[in-house]
């Protein structure tokens, strides 16, 4: 009787061990089949019949802690997905799980699918009226950062206005070592409207001959500007303060592209 006992409390010991091994291990592929594209209670469903094998749906309910009515919803959706096949056994309808790698098939179709009709996708995006996106950026850092994203542009033009603020308060190293050779390196030019000064006549001249840009100049008296603004890209404008060290980005195609006529308009208007 002892010897019986024994017997069936390591049984029972064995079970309760792998439950509590096991459940950990379950809850992470259940989150990774919520990622992959199913809802809880298909992976909770799917999940079980991979373990039970052959079974019914009492028995998948049962495991995966879901009713029996819903169940029957749960395993048909998955037999559309392919996840989930049934076959008759005396009489009985019994479930069994499909090869995981059926999900890898799955995700491929998919992602076939929505490869097919991207280019429509993208046709309807752009006939939609969006608000302005507006990113504020701090410190200097932060400001090098607005100047960083004229440089997802390559093969592209940037325009705008500049200040004497753009020389004095950007430090050499980031501008000149770095900015300058990388918007070169990436072929985007710039035309750019300046205050007519000494200073920038300088700057200009040291630095334009080998950074594809033309600069105008302006009577700084008539330029009363502390601020560099440009327009690049599609559809984006970047507004710096230097001394305040404070930038935005702004995206919107209804701005750019009327800053963008207001600087050409500027541009013609000034001697070269």
């Keep these: 009787m002892l010897h019986k006992y024994l017997l069936y409390f390591g049984q029972y010991a064995t079970i309760l061990m792998l439950t509590f091994l096991t459940t950990p ?76 790698r059926k999900l890898h098939e799955i995700m491929e179709e998919r992602k076939q699918k929505i490869d097919k009709i991207m280019p429509q996708l993208l046709a309807f995006t752009n006939l939609i009226d969006r608000k302005p996106e507006i990113k504020f950026y701090e410190g200097k850092e932060g400001v090098n950062e607005v100047l960083k994203d004229m440089l997802k542009y390559p093969n592209s033009e940037v325009v705008g206005w500049i200040s004497e603020d753009y020389v004095v ?70 507004l710096l303060s230097c001394e305040e060290e404070i930038g935005l980005i702004i995206r919107s195609q209804k701005i750019h592209d009327s800053l963008k006529s207001i600087f050409e308009v500027s541009w013609d208007s000034l001697p070269d």
């Design 25 to 100: 291990m379950q809850n992470e592929l259940q989150k990774e089949l919520l990622e992959a594209g199913l809802n809880e209670n298909e992976a909770g469903i799917y999940l079980a019949a991979l373990e039970l094998g052959e079974t019914t749906v009492s028995r998948l309910a049962r495991k995966s802690g879901i009713k029996r009515t819903t169940a029957y919803l749960v395993i048909e959706s998955l037999k559309e997905k392919g996840l989930i096949s049934s076959l008759k056994k005396e009489s009985a309808s019994v479930f069994f799980a499909e090869d995981p």
């Design 169 to 238: 308060y950007f430090t050499e190293d980031f501008f000149i070592n770095y900015f300058i050779p990388t918007r070169v390196k990436k072929k985007i030019s710039v035309r750019s409207i300046s205050p007519d000064t000494h200073l920038m006549r300088n700057i200009v001249e040291k630095t334009a001959p080998s950074s594809i840009r033309k600069v105008k100049f302006i009577k700084s008296e008539k330029f009363n500007v502390s601020i560099e603004m440009n327009i690049y890209g599609k559809n984006k404008i970047s």
